[in-house]
């Protein structure tokens, strides 16, 4: 089993930044790659970013540019530094982490992240 603990979300206005943190324990030797997903009030959850153990990383057309993701392998956390926050990037932040060679999710309990002048 990976407990996932996220910490870090609140409001904002737009245009500003937020660090979302997410911090794993547990069987984590079996975690291949770590991410992180948003759902906005009647929307599906849809991938942000991901990092993979070797340090590779995705993202999502919307947040290129705006958002990195990082990880600290000593401290098994992951890590959002979100840049020039939109009111579009209102939603809960789930962090994800995906188990190998046996495929399985992890979620975290999620974070709110708002947005708003």
């Known amino acids: 089993q990976v407990q996932l603990v996220e910490s870090g979300g609140g409001l904002v206005q737009p245009g500003g930044s937020l660090r979302l943190s997410c911090a794993a324990s547990?069987?984590?030797?079996?975690?291949?790659?770590m991410g992180w997903y948003r759902q906005a009030p009647g929307k599906q959850r849809e991938l942000v970013a991901t990092?993979?153990?070797?340090?590779?990383?995705n993202y999502a057309d919307s947040v290129k540019g705006r958002f990195t993701i990082s990880r600290d392998n000593a401290k098994n956390t992951v890590y959002l530094q979100m840049n020039s926050l939109k009111p579009e990037d209102t939603a809960v932040y789930y962090c994800?982490?995906?188990?190998?060679?046996?495929?399985?999710?992890?979620w975290g309990q999620g974070t709110q992240v708002t947005v708003s002048s």
């Open positions: 990092i993979t153990t070797g340090g590779s990383t």
């Open positions: 994800n982490a995906r188990r190998s060679p046996v495929p399985y999710d992890y």
């Open positions: 547990g069987s984590i030797s079996s975690i291949v790659i």
